[in-house]
């Protein structure tokens, strides 16, 4: 299982990113994906999550602002991150459970500063 995120970067409060993360090593279609991310000095916690019926969830912080999103045909998910704030700075990490075991990507560093 690879899971390989990009899209991260700088970023101004109130500004845009959109994540990546290309999975291989899972049938993608019938797996629900998450997005967590780490702030430092923090617990690692969980932003949004998409099932395979594309049901999705979001802690509360980031609800009206974030969008998680699939493609299936590109063994892709995504997090649209908008009206992003300072506090959303924090290395963000794709996940997913197979065989009841837990993937991590690599991370990819998302930070947000005038």
């Known amino acids: 299982v690879q899971l390989v995120e990009s899209g991260g970067g700088l970023v101004q409060p109130g500004g845009s990113l959109r994540l990546s993360c290309a999975a291989s090593?899972?049938?993608?279609?019938?797996?629900?994906m998450n997005w967590y991310r780490q702030a430092p000095g923090k617990q690692r916690e969980l932003v949004a999550r998409i099932t395979s019926s594309e049901s999705t969830n979001y802690t509360d912080s980031v609800k009206g602002r974030f969008t998680i999103s699939r493609d299936n045909a590109k063994n892709t998910v995504y997090l649209q991150m908008n009206s992003l704030k300072p506090e959303d700075t924090a290395s963000y990490y794709c996940n997913v459970v197979w065989y009841g075991q837990p993937y991590w990507g690599q991370g990819t560093q998302v930070t947000v500063s005038s």
């Open positions: 090593g899972i049938i993608f279609r019938i797996t629900a």
